[in-house]
């Protein structure tokens, strides 16, 4: 197994690897009572965790929410929590999610506000889950006004990414969460650079990118929980990625949105004067090399519009993550209209 310890005032371990589930009944040991929140396709990977809680002694039980984006709503949240009235959950017990960044987000959010907080554990189930939100502690859920608008800071009790459950994930699934980990490499660890370079799937070192991507994950959010200075670099790329995912009502899956924002982010960059022409080629290059999408072809007005209200703007003030130089990342503050239209033509444009 792999381990990558994440800081903080409440530190706990992301575990990465084959059969890691397994050790759940560890992470909770004595706790009462726990709620397995999951969709309906993870059934029997809940119906597993249920297994080993209640082996461990815990009283577990299941909660089904609807799959994808579709469980990030209000109305899901509400009809959990009465579920969790059901069940008895108290400030000793825990919640479980099991599945992927959506799920991740919706069970983290309902363990941070049931009891004003109890326990959450993670059992990522996608490459998007296990390196993006199962950790640092962000849940949220969607309003129609944007993406995660609601959420609260809550970080889990540990994460279990049991790397077992990637081989059955859809291609498409496992490409787009891949697009986390590419931009871990453009902010922090050119050795991911190389190794996707080496085999753009990711398959042969799953592991190892993984693991790297937690890495530059547990570094920042370690650093900074509340997402005020070097963890906002973290969401290179998620802008404009962001902006697609709600212009498209969620259509696009969130790594493939992402994609196309660090092409936009990289060109920025170009514009402003910070990054080079073929550092910024070198995000399309690989990127394509991934499968991954590099143009959208959309309303440019009305993803200015969402840009404006996503929870990195300040005010009226738009703010990008670029960067200064591979690895090198900082913050773009009121970019000229020009530059935001040359990185608009940039991904809207055959290239």
């Given at each position: 197994?792999?381990?990558?310890?994440?800081?903080?005032?409440?530190?706990?371990?992301?575990?990465?690897?084959?059969?890691?589930?397994?050790?759940?009944?560890?992470?909770?040991?004595?706790?009462?009572?726990?709620?397995?929140?999951?969709?309906?396709?993870?059934?029997?990977?809940?119906?597993?965790?249920?297994?080993?809680?209640?082996?461990?002694?815990?009283?577990?039980?299941?909660?089904?929410?609807?799959?994808?984006?579709?469980?990030?709503?209000?109305?899901?949240?509400?009809?959990?929590?009465?579920?969790?009235?059901?069940?008895?959950?108290?400030?000793?017990?825990?919640?479980?999610?099991?599945?992927?960044?959506?799920?991740?987000?919706?069970?983290?959010?309902?363990?941070?506000?049931?009891?004003?907080?109890?326990?959450?554990?993670?059992?990522?189930?996608?490459?998007?889950?296990?390196?993006?939100?199962?950790v640092g502690g962000?849940?949220?859920?969607?309003?129609?006004?944007?993406?995660?608008?609601?959420?609260?800071?809550?970080?889990?009790?540990?994460?279990?990414?049991?790397?077992?459950?990637?081989?059955?994930?859809?291609?498409?699934?496992?490409?787009?969460?891949?697009?986390?980990?590419?931009?871990?490499?453009?902010?922090?660890?050119?050795?991911?650079?190389?190794?996707?370079?080496?085999?753009?799937?990711?398959?042969?070192?799953?592991?190892?990118?993984?693991?790297?991507?937690?890495?530059?994950?547990?570094?920042?959010?370690?650093?900074?929980?509340?997402?005020?200075?070097?963890?906002?670099?973290?969401?290179y790329g998620h802008?404009?990625?962001?902006?697609?995912?709600?212009?498209?009502?969620?259509?696009?899956?969130?790594?493939?949105?992402?994609?196309?924002g660090l092409v936009?982010?990289?060109?920025?960059?170009?514009?402003?004067?910070?990054?080079?022409?073929?550092?910024?080629?070198?995000?399309?290059?690989?990127?394509?090399?991934?499968?991954?999408?590099?143009?959208?072809?959309?309303?440019?007005?009305?993803?200015?519009?969402?840009?404006?209200?996503?929870?990195?703007?300040?005010?009226?003030?738009?703010?990008?993550?670029?960067?200064?130089?591979?690895?090198?990342?900082?913050?773009?503050?009121?970019?000229?209209?020009?530059?935001?239209?040359?990185?608009?033509?940039?991904?809207?444009?055959?290239?």
């Amino acid at each position: 197994m792999r381990r990558v310890t994440v800081g903080g005032e409440k530190p706990y371990d992301v575990v990465i690897g084959p059969g890691a589930q397994v050790e759940l009944g560890l992470v909770l040991a004595g706790t009462p009572k726990a709620a397995v929140v999951h969709a309906p396709p993870l059934a029997a990977l809940a119906g597993a965790a249920v297994e080993t809680l209640q082996t461990a002694g815990v009283a577990a039980e299941a909660v089904v929410v609807p799959d994808g984006e579709a469980a990030k709503t209000a109305e899901v949240a509400a009809q959990a929590w009465e579920q969790f009235g059901r069940l008895g959950l108290t400030r000793s017990d825990a919640v479980v999610g099991v599945g992927g960044g959506a799920v991740t987000d919706l069970a983290g959010f309902l363990a941070a506000t049931w009891t004003r907080g109890v326990r959450v554990v993670h059992l990522p189930t996608s490459v998007l889950g296990m390196v993006d939100a199962a950790v640092g502690g962000k849940t949220g859920i969607n309003t129609g006004a944007g993406k995660n608008l609601v959420g609260a800071f809550h970080p889990p009790a540990g994460v279990l990414a049991d790397t077992d459950v990637l081989a059955g994930l859809p291609e498409a699934e496992f490409r787009a969460g891949m697009a986390e980990v590419v931009k871990c490499g453009f902010i922090a660890d050119g050795e991911i650079l190389d190794l996707l370079a080496a085999d753009p799937t990711g398959r042969r070192d799953t592991e190892e990118l993984i693991e790297r991507a937690v890495r530059v994950k547990a570094d920042a959010v370690g650093q900074d929980l509340f997402d005020t200075g070097v963890r906002e670099y973290l969401n290179y790329g998620h802008t404009l990625g962001h902006a697609i995912e709600r212009v498209e009502d969620f259509g696009w899956r969130h790594g493939e949105a992402v994609a196309v924002g660090l092409v936009f982010a990289a060109e920025l960059g170009v514009q402003a004067g910070r990054l080079s022409r073929a550092e910024a080629d070198r995000h399309r290059e690989l990127l394509t090399a991934m499968g991954l999408p590099t143009r959208y072809d959309g309303d440019w007005a009305a993803l200015q519009s969402v840009m404006r209200v996503d929870k990195k703007a300040r005010g009226a003030t738009l703010r990008f993550v670029v960067l200064d130089g591979l690895g090198n990342p900082g913050i773009l503050t009121d970019p000229e209209p020009a530059w935001l239209d040359a990185a608009w033509a940039a991904v809207s444009e055959e290239q």
